[in-house]
């Protein structure tokens, strides 16, 4: 890649980086915005991205090119679209440095200043609020404008552009040509220029390759190769080079946490080009550290949703308005097919999709919050253009027709072959052959957006990422679009078409929003007004998840606003961030060996035995009683699982020890927790005695750590007591345990502070597989298993014998 600079690092598997002022994760349009602002300032900045540099001439073109053009580094793709697909919607962002700038449609609209609402009530509970306004964002709306280039289309012959705003007149409805950050002349106010070369600006450019004005080849969204687009790596990214910004291409963020001295420390891992296009074992990378005084998320809205999700159980006091308030900013693609010009006695009216920017009429339909009368939720409704070769497909697709030309074709050539004709000159069956293209030439995307309900909500669901959202609460301003777009069609003379998603109520949206919604306070929103997470200062969200609901136009503009107001808070600010309560970060202590058994005092080996045991059941952060986590986890639908081997490593010393000591190594698996974390070092008790001789408890003790690197401990017992019933079974399968923060000994409980508690059980047909399980190592495994055998059977007796129990119990509850 051209001047693509990856950070150095050595082979070490963990290693740490000098801290710098901020680190930005992502190059979107919060993170550009944010990288410029605080290095213009003189702050030292890194940027981390996961994609690659894009320069001119970059984007995939070709068949094979666009088969690799998708973003999944497990198997080898690096590109440039990460498509998503959740229950409701399925969703298309991009990975490269400038974020959603690279594939969007240039459009910089402002939010409506009526649509900033104030509590407007939600289905399901809750409210849409902005603490910010249209006066706030003022300024930074036109600060990013200017920086960005933003023109009206100025072409006045386009036929998509004369067939929008022909429709809008008969309907009535106002349009207008919108900004776009697109450059059409080769200098400001000039005369527009197809493919004339494009002045460098004073802070240079990262690529260092020369740009060209807009062709009007409708490439916008699958990248502009001639740099005629004023993206954002041509213009705050590169500004944000010029004055020391270190961006680093290729580096993906897996996890942070609070240091305990202030600031953050961030871990991540670099995607080797070499590897490009083969499969590649990413859990294997080696983690890269840097610490900052500040942290900005800015990895759009699934990314640093994502973040947050997976580094929760790290970060102390965050928001339960966490994965709510997500939108789609009502995203709708709908198509205009057969459009017929009424002038020309209703023949075929070219519209020519693929000339021109993707976007360049923007027809508006009001809302009911503008006072005009209007009903029902407003939204736009612009031209969507697409590059020349879609044309090709679209004809190709046309079977029949193509099966026709193609038969006629070839009967032609050969009557000429065998004599039938003297034509010599084909040029008019080559013509019949191609046909006419008038189905592509008179089709027009439609793409809609505007007020959907931002009731949406995401989570975790093991590694991914889930959406949980339907079109149902926002139907009615749907079918609004959608009958908006049928009467663009028939004001066109053609007919509308649904895209196919729609025929089982699903969308797909190019603009999620939401998921760290901000907020007036920590009951509301995730963040406050200038993206700054309550309750962890110095930690800030500044990209699309921010915002609490659709902005209604194309967010961007909005997104690089709130960031610049927020950064020019920050930057205004004297002092320093808070420092965050948080435990210590020390390095990983190596697992211990179970799988040789050490030796006796008389040199003959000893003999182990283990077992594997899993165990499920529910967890709730802020929690500290067991009981209560796990009646607060069943309700929120938050599990949490484990599997461990325990270890009895001599198993003669295991019997006579009071403790029965062993230990336990495996993982413990929790969405909440950020997915399945390894068991660095686990200590586990059988039946030890306390001051009660009728009782006796199995302690669990496990040391873990989050993906943003906190240590976690988790603490727990069995509670191995008589009592009235058949309580054998319940006793022997529930495990009581809380969470504490830091990797602590048993001295050190009372003092650390409590994440979070729960229960786990041991189900029948996970304890039928446990038996299963036992195996030993050693000269003696009989002698062995019979020691155990008769110790835990032994202690159940000591505790249950004066009142044996009838057959066992099942477990009375079982998560699904």
């Not at 960005?148 to 349009?175: F, Q, S, V």
């Not at 059988?686 to 401990?713: A, E, K």
């Not at 032994?794 to 079982?814: M, N, Q, S």
Request: hydrophobic share 35%; glycine share 12%.
């Amino acid at each position: 890649m051209t001047n693509e600079r990856l950070p150095n690092h050595s082979s070490a598997r963990d290693r740490a980086e000098a801290d710098v002022d901020v680190v930005v994760v992502g190059s979107g349009f919060g993170g550009s915005v944010a990288a410029y602002r605080f290095a213009e300032c003189g702050r030292s900045v890194v940027v981390l991205e996961r994609g690659k540099r894009y320069p001119p001439n970059g984007f995939a073109r070709s068949p094979a090119a666009m088969a690799r053009n998708f973003w999944d580094p497990g198997r080898g793709l690096h590109g440039l679209f990460d498509v998503w697909s959740f229950s409701g919607l399925e969703g298309v962002v991009s990975s490269g440095l400038g974020g959603g700038s690279l594939i969007y449609a240039n459009v910089l609209l402002r939010k409506d200043e009526k649509w900033f609402v104030k509590e407007s009530p939600l289905p399901g509970g809750g409210y849409e609020h902005w603490p910010v306004s249209r006066a706030d964002l003022e300024p930074h709306y036109a600060a990013v404008e200017e920086m960005l280039g933003a023109t009206p289309y100025p072409y006045d012959d386009t036929p998509k552009t004369l067939a929008m705003h022909e429709a809008a007149d008969r309907l009535g409805l106002p349009i207008e040509r919108p900004p776009i950050a697109v450059t059409f002349a080769p200098r400001p106010g000039g005369t527009p220029v197809p493919g004339a070369p494009i002045p460098e600006p004073e802070y240079g450019n990262l690529h260092g390759l020369p740009r060209s004005t807009c062709r009007l080849c409708g490439e916008c969204d699958v990248g502009c190769n001639f740099g005629a687009k004023n993206t954002l790596d041509h213009t705050y990214l590169s500004a944000a080079q010029h004055h020391g910004a270190d961006l680093r291409t290729r580096c993906e963020v897996r996890g942070f946490a609070p240091r305990p001295g202030g600031g953050w420390e961030v871990r991540y891992v670099v995607h080797d080009p070499a590897r490009e296009g083969h499969p590649t074992a990413i859990d294997r990378l080696p983690l890269q550290r840097i610490g900052c005084r500040r942290l900005v998320l800015a990895a759009g809205t699934f990314g640093s949703t994502y973040l947050l999700l997976r580094n929760r159980a790290g970060l102390r006091g965050i928001s339960p308005a966490l994965g709510t308030r997500f939108s789609g900013n009502g995203d709708l693609l709908g198509l205009v097919l057969n459009a017929t010009d009424g002038a020309a006695g209703r023949g075929p009216r070219r519209l020519d999709s693929s000339t021109g920017p993707v976007i360049t009429s923007a027809i508006r339909v009001g809302d009911e919050l503008d006072g005009d009368g209007s009903s029902g939720r407003g939204f736009y409704v612009e031209d969507a253009g697409y590059p020349g070769f879609v044309d090709w497909l679209a004809e190709e697709a046309q079977v029949p027709g193509e099966v026709r030309r193609t038969v006629e074709f070839g009967l032609h050539r050969l009557l000429s072959r065998f004599g039938r004709t003297r034509q010599s000159h084909v040029s008019r069956q080559l013509a019949l052959l191609l046909g006419s293209g008038m189905f592509s030439g008179s089709a027009l995307p439609l793409l809609g957006m505007g007020r959907d309900v931002p009731d949406g909500r995401l989570s975790l669901s093991g590694d991914y990422l889930e959406v949980d959202w339907t079109v149902e609460t926002s139907l009615r301003y749907f079918e609004r679009v959608r009958s908006t777009m049928s009467e663009v069609a028939e004001a066109l003379g053609g007919e509308f078409a649904d895209n196919p998603l729609w025929w089982t109520h699903r969308v797909i949206t190019v603009h999620p929003l939401g998921g760290a919604p901000m907020g007036r306070h920590p009951a509301e929103g995730v963040c406050d007004s200038y993206g700054e997470v309550f309750r962890l200062p110095g930690l800030y969200v500044l990209d699309g998840s921010a915002l609490p609901g659709p902005v209604g136009a194309n967010p961007s503009l909005t997104i690089a606003a709130f960031a610049d107001r927020a950064c020019e808070h920050i930057l205004d600010e004297s002092s320093e961030p808070a420092t965050v309560a948080a435990a210590p970060l020390p390095a990983s202590a190596p697992a211990p060996a179970f799988a040789v058994p050490p030796p006796q005092a008389d040199g003959q080996r000893a003999t182990s035995l283990s077992f594997t045991e899993k165990m499920k059941g529910y967890v709730a952060l802020g929690a500290e009683d067991p009981e209560q986590g796990r009646a607060l986890g069943r309700s929120l639908r938050q599990r949490l699982m484990f599997r461990l081997t325990i270890t009895a490593s001599d198993v003669d010393r295991f019997v006579v020890d009071p403790d029965h000591p062993a230990t336990a190594a495996g993982y413990v698996d929790c969405d909440l927790l950020g997915g399945r974390l390894p068991v660095e070092r686990g200590w586990f008790n059988l039946f030890t005695r306390g001051d009660d001789p009728s009782r006796r408890l199995m302690l669990y003790r496990l040391h873990l750590r989050d993906p943003g690197g906190s240590p976690l401990t988790l603490t727990g017992h069995k509670d191995v007591h008589d009592a009235p019933g058949f309580d054998l079974w319940r006793d022997t399968s529930t495990l009581y345990y809380r969470l504490l923060s830091g990797h602590l000994l048993p001295d050190g409980d009372s003092a650390a502070p409590v994440l979070g508690a729960g229960v786990v059980n041991i189900l029948v047909r996970d304890f039928v597989h446990q038996l299963t399980t036992f195996r030993t190592v050693g000269p003696r495994p009989e002698q062995a298993l019979e020691r155990f055998g008769r110790l835990f059977v032994g202690e159940l007796w000591a505790v249950y014998g004066p009142h044996r129990p009838g057959p066992a119990a099942g477990p009375t509850e079982e998560p699904t």
